[in-house]
């Protein structure tokens, strides 16, 4: 059973409704963890020997195996499975939002109304970019950019619920594992790092940034996103807990901040839903309001280098079956190269893995921290994926 920590806009599911939606995660943990994984014998048994007897030789590289596989009917089920459970799992949050969204509206408007520990700037003529505002990123109904009535919060509700229930719970009661684990690399990296001001670059819902200010609570933190509902919601999850956090409505790429004015930026799983050039872009910027000595780092799903074809044909399935279109560019880039454009020093410059989220939760086995899931991303299991520079 899945019990997320409430707050004052945390949408609250009935009895029914939360039977629907514990009834689909276990769903979706059965199909991700017992069902694709089969995909493997589908491509040994069938795929692979029909694809040499054709062309002679093993394919070279996910692009083959994937034109392959999209023939296999065992490839085609599951995947079709996965991707309409996850849709199901995302309508009965909806449901449980629509069902109650002028209460949530009301609360989140009468605490950024009220007496506040942090703030909400939201800016009337900001254009948000193409790549969020076209896309639904991991079916969410809307995406990130959806703004439906006058004060809308459902993007941020819609990421709060639905995501607990996306990631299986991994990410922690609050939703703030990317935070906790971002805090322990640092500490682990820079035992002696102690940031004055840090800048969240998508913080969505903003579990992330109170995540990070639990670690850091002296810290300054200003956290954005280019939805107006997230934000909104974001802002009014925070205040309830009573942490101070300033969101902003911006994009990285165009940071209104002065020149070195952060001691650290922080960009966690937010590149594989930005088009290449954006990442180069918000490199640059990173770079310009970073003080000097300030750190960088970013989190992400491992890059392709270094995996065979499989392996990289598994890991890309978001790409062309879960709305993440820039999923499988982003998994190709060189950070290092990155990095080096937008100015930051080549030796300081490191990427490795480090703390998961569920290591940052401190889950037990009686979670799956380690779990099964075998086509796409993880979900919250395991290793994560960094990449850190100095200026």
Known sequence: MLHQDPHAVLPQSSVNEAARQNFLNQLGKHVLNEITPGNKAAY???????????EG???????????????????????????TVQEMMWNSVDDTIQRQLPE?????????????????????????????????????????????????????ALYDKGAYIYTQGLFGTRMDGIGKATALML???FPDFNPEKILEIGCTAGAASTGIKG?????????????????????ARAESFGIPIHFHQMSGEDLKFDDESFDLVNCGATFHEMSRPAVYNVFKETYRVLKPGGVFLMSELPPYDGMDPWMQFVKDWDTYNNNEPFWGTMHEMDFAEVAEAAGFDPSKYWQGFGPGIAEANALTN???????????????GGNAWYAHMVK
């Open 104 to 156: 949530l509206i009301k609360t989140a408007k009468d605490i950024r109304e009220g007496e506040t520990v942090g703030s909400l700037t939201l800016d009337q003529d900001f254009e948000i970019p193409a790549y969020v505002a076209e896309n639904d990123h991991h079916c969410m109904p809307g995406g990130y950019s959806g703004d439906l009535v006058e004060d809308d919060i459902t993007a941020g």
């Open 44 to 54: 040994e048994k069938r795929v692979l020997p029909k694809f040499k007897a054709k």
């Open 187 to 189: 500490g682990r990296e």
């Open 57 to 83: 030789r093993e394919p070279e590289t996910r692009h083959e195996i994937r034109k392959a596989m999209v023939h296999d009917p065992y490839y085609q089920m599951t995947s079709s499975f996965q991707r």
């Open 366 to 380: 009686a979670v799956e921290v380690q779990n099964k899931k075998f086509m796409g991303s993880t979900r919250g």
């Open 215 to 235: 670690f850091y609570p002296d810290a300054e933190i200003h956290a954005i996103d280019v939805g107006p509902a997230v934000l909104r919601y974001g802002h």
